[in-house]
């Protein structure tokens, strides 16, 4: 299904999948001998439609090569997002409103986008109205251009209200880049568990807020080694595809 069935994705066009489940789908999953799910929110919904399956959780892997990006106290605190430009599901407008908050207090701050989307005409319009000069939108980078964007960023920012699993978050932790990621984005669980950033367990936009704050005060002392051998922690137990490779073998047998 490769994330397909957490229940937001499963509410778009929800009366055509509900016959297709019925007529098709629910008769294919009773006869499956296992059913692969990427994320804590897809077992979640399959579970919810089908209840008697038992959704084998397994992630996909990320072929990376660690590389820390040098720490830059003297440039402004950088928050960014690499991604789809849908301001709903990737929770743009949360994170539009948490920097709106935050820079206030926080001048020395930038706010940027990377990625293009439906959403950028109101991502454009919220910056001219609310007159933040701060915000950058880059529009699509690729490579080595876009590793060298995200390795001056300070955070990484991903709050999604539904996903499959973000790979963007993956790439600023192979930069040691610490993440701040909602748990919609089936990483919450890695991220805290390691020590990569700040989970947020709902959408709220006080606690994006919050983690923002929290990501300010270790800037301003310059160390955020801690959360940088976090993410290399993470990607090397969780995500090494030498290592899943082997588990992916134990699903297929």
Not at 30 to 44: D, L, M, N, W
Not at 60 to 70: L, M, S, T
Not at 121 to 139: A, Q, R, T, Y
């Amino acid at each position: 299904p490769h994330g397909a069935y957490n229940s937001i994705a499963m509410q778009r066009s929800s009366i055509k999948k509900t016959v297709y489940h019925r007529l098709f789908e629910s008769n294919l999953l009773r006869h499956a001998y296992r059913i692969h799910a990427i994320g804590a929110s897809e077992v979640e919904g399959l579970t919810a439609v089908f209840p008697t399956a038992s959704p084998k959780l397994l992630p996909y892997g990320f072929d990376f090569k660690p590389r820390r990006r040098a720490f830059s106290k003297n440039s402004d605190f950088t928050v960014g997002f690499v991604g789809r430009l849908d301001m709903y599901t990737k929770g743009l407008d949360l994170l539009l409103e948490a920097f709106k908050i935050f820079q206030k207090t926080h001048p020395n701050s930038k706010l940027w986008i990377i990625g293009e989307g439906d959403g950028m005409p109101f991502l454009h319009d919220f910056k001219e109205k609310n007159h933040l000069s701060n915000i950058v939108f880059w529009g699509k980078r690729f490579g080595d251009e876009k590793d060298d964007l995200m390795s001056k960023m300070h955070v990484f920012a991903h709050p999604s209200r539904n996903e499959g699993l973000p790979s963007a978050v993956l790439e600023a932790a192979a930069l040691g880049i610490p993440t701040i990621v909602t748990k919609a984005t089936n990483l919450y669980e890695y991220v805290m568990r390691f020590g990569a950033g700040i989970g947020i367990e709902d959408n709220s936009m006080a606690a994006l807020v919050a983690a923002l704050e929290s990501m300010y005060k270790r800037y301003e002392t310059g160390d955020f080694s801690d959360y940088s051998d976090g993410a290399s922690k993470m990607l090397s137990s969780v995500f090494d595809w030498s290592d899943l490779v082997h588990r992916y073998d134990e699903l297929y047998e």
